[in-house]
């Protein structure tokens, strides 16, 4: 009985820790831009797009090439999340960096 209570009280901490990891995941703020500066993309630490800035200069460029900004934008915008993400959770968890 005692083993169950145990194991009650180590899940209500850990929900009690992912809480408080989701909160400091939204907010985190990260900004990428363009290879070009053409395109600023700001996300949170949850991946929720929070704004997209398109500099003025993007009428002179084609189509195909404020496509490749945009998506350059938004790749570098996730991959610094998730890599921020990762840092915060091994924080939280009690795991070193590497």
Do not use: C, Y
Not at 59 to 67: H, I, T, W
Request: glycine share 6%.
């Amino acid at each position: 009985m005692f083993d169950k209570l145990g194991q009650l009280k180590d899940l209500w901490k850990l929900k009690g820790q992912m809480e408080e990891l989701k909160k400091r995941m939204d907010a985190m703020v990260i900004k990428a831009e363009s290879p070009k500066h053409l395109v600023e993309v700001t996300m949170n630490g949850s991946m929720e797009v929070k704004e997209v800035r398109v500099d003025a200069l993007a009428k002179n460029f084609s189509e195909a090439e404020l496509g490749e900004e945009i998506k350059a934008a938004f790749n570098k915008a996730i991959r610094d999340t998730q890599m921020m993400a990762a840092q915060a959770m091994g924080s939280n968890l009690g795991i070193p960096n590497a």
